[in-house]
C-alpha cells in the first residue's frame, strides 16, 4: 500500500508530559518508520524556542496561550482555518487527525471537509477532565452532560473515532449509539522499557503524574502518613508538577515527612526508566482515566500496581492478578493494599512478573497497525 501524508493535530508543546501528548508523538515516530509523511500541528509556548521538527517529525506551532488553571501544562493554539489549508495543500495532507476538543482541531476539521479531506478524531477527553478546571459550583452533573454534549458534538462527522479503551468508547455510545467508535490501545513500547531486579529490602513507592484534583495525588500523601508508622523505610518518589504542588509540599511539611516523600518535579526519560525499576510497586490514585499510560509503563518494567477502582478510571482494568484496587479517596484502604505488597516479598515479585506479561498484550506496534488499517479504511 502506498505511503499516506497525515497531519495530527495536538496542540503540543515540546517536553509535554502528559499522555496523549506522548501518545502522538509515539504513533507519528512510528507511522514516519513505516514509510509515511506525518506533521505535528502543535501550539508555541514563549518561553521555548520555536522548533521545526520534534523528535524527528516535522512540527509546525502556532500563537498559544496557557489553559487557565492548568499550570501552563495544556496550551490552546490559534491557527486559522485557512491557515491551515494552506498547510494541509502545501504539505500534501490526505488524512487530518485530530487528538483534543480544541479550538485548533476544529479549525482543522473545518479545513479539511473544504478540502474534502478525511477526519480521524482522537478521543482522549472525558468530561470529568474539563469539569475539574471549572469553579467547585460548576462541578455539578449537569455541567458534567453538558461538556460530554460537546465532546461527542465535536467528534461527530468524523470518517473514523478513536478510543483508547472500551469504557471510553460506552461512555461515547451510550450518549450516540452511531458514532464510529474503534477501540485502540495508546499501547507500550516493549523495547524501550526494561526490567531489572529490585533490591529485596526496597520499600520504595512511585506515582507519576499531574499534581490535580482528577489524579488525586494527596489521597497518596496521606497514606504514605500511615504507611510510616509501621514501616519507617518506606519511600515515596512523585514525579510531576500542577497546580497542588505547593499545598501538598506543605502537607508532606506539616508532617515532617520531607526525607520519605520526594517531589522529583520533571524528569528525562532516562531517569524517568531509572524510577520505574527502582520502585517496590506504582501507585495511581487517579479518579479519571481513559487508559492510563503510566500504568502500562509501570507493568512494562514488571511492577505491581495499586489502582483506584473508579468508575470514571480505565487504569482499572489492568489490574489482572498483579496488584490492587482500593476504593477512591480511602487512603486507609490504600495503605492497607501497598502495606499487603511491601510485606510480602515473594506476593511482590509474583505481581510483577504478571504485570510483565500482561504488559505485552499492549505492544504499541499492534496498536500502530490498527491505526494504519483506520487511515485507509477512511481513505
Known amino acids: 500500500m502506498k505511503p499516506l501524508r497525515i497531519a495530527m493535530i495536538c496542540d503540543l508543546v515540546p517536553g509535554q508530559a502528559g499522555g496523549s501528548y506522548i501518545s502522538a508523538v509515539r504513533f507519528a515516530g512510528l507511522l514516519t518508520k513505516k514509510g509515511h509523511h506525518v506533521i505535528l500541528v502543535g501550539a508555541k509556548d514563549s518561553r521555548q524556542e520555536p522548533l521545526n521538527e520534534y523528535k524527528g517529525i516535522p512540527m509546525y506551532q ?16 490559534f491557527p486559522s482555518k485557512n491557515t491551515l489549508k494552506k498547510l494541509f495543500v502545501k504539505e ?3 488524512i487530518v487527525h485530530t487528538m483534543f476538543p480544541s479550538y485548533s482541531c476544529l479549525m482543522a476539521k ?25 469553579p467547585k459550583f460548576l462541578q455539578t452533573n449537569f455541567i458534567n452532560n453538558l461538556i460530554l454534549r460537546y465532546l461527542v458534538w465535536f467528534v461527530r462527522g468524523a470518517k473514523q473515532i478513536i ?62 502518613f500511615e504507611i510510616l508508622k509501621s514501616v519507617s ?28 516523600i520526594n517531589f522529583l518535579g520533571k524528569v528525562s526519560e532516562e531517569d524517568l526508566l531509572k524510577n520505574y525499576n527502582s520502585c517496590s510497586l506504582f501507585v495511581l490514585p487517579s479518579r479519571v482515566e481513559l487508559e492510563g499510560m503510566v500504568v502500562l509503563e ?9 489502582i483506584a477502582n473508579s468508575e470514571t478510571s480505565a487504569s482499572k482494568y489492568f489490574v489482572n492478578n498483579n496488584g490492587f484496587l482500593f476504593e477512591p479517596n480511602d487512603y486507609k484502604d490504600l495503605r492497607d493494599k501497598v502495606l499487603k505488597i511491601l510485606n510480602d516479598d515473594s506476593l511482590r515479585q509474583q505481581m510483577g512478573e504478571t504485570s510483565l506479561k500482561n504488559a505485552k498484550e499492549y505492544d504499541i506496534n499492534k496498536s500502530a497497525d490498527k491505526l494504519e488499517e483506520v487511515y485507509y479504511s477512511v481513505l
Do not use: W
Open 62 to 77: 502556532f500563537f498559544s496561550i496557557p489553559v487557565p488553571g492548568s499550570n501552563r501544562f495544556y496550551f490552546q493554539s
Open 92 to 94: 500534501k495532507i490526505e
Open 110 to 134: 473545518r479545513a479539511a471537509k473544504e478540502l474534502n479531506l478525511p477526519v480521524v478524531a482522537h478521543i482522549h477527553t472525558q468530561p470529568e477532565n474539563i469539569l475539574i478546571f471549572l
Open 163 to 224: 478510543c483508547p479503551s472500551e469504557m471510553g468508547k460506552k461512555i461515547y455510545n451510550d450518549f450516540d449509539s452511531t458514532l464510529p467508535i474503534k477501540v485502540i490501545s495508546n499501547g507500550i513500547n516493549m523495547e524501550h522499557f526494561y526490567t531489572q531486579n529490585t533490591p529485596i529490602n526496597s520499600k520504595e513507592i512511585l506515582f507519576i503524574g499531574r499534581f490535580t484534583a482528577e489524579k488525586d495525588p494527596e489521597t497518596l500523601i496521606k497514606a504514605m
Open 233 to 260: 523505610n518506606a519511600r515515596l518518589n512523585l514525579i510531576g508538577t500542577g497546580p497542588l504542588e505547593k499545598e501538598m509540599k506543605t502537607l508532606v511539611k506539616l508532617n515532617k515527612a520531607e526525607n520519605n
Open 298 to 306: 509501570a507493568m512494562a518494567c514488571g511492577k505491581p500496581i495499586i
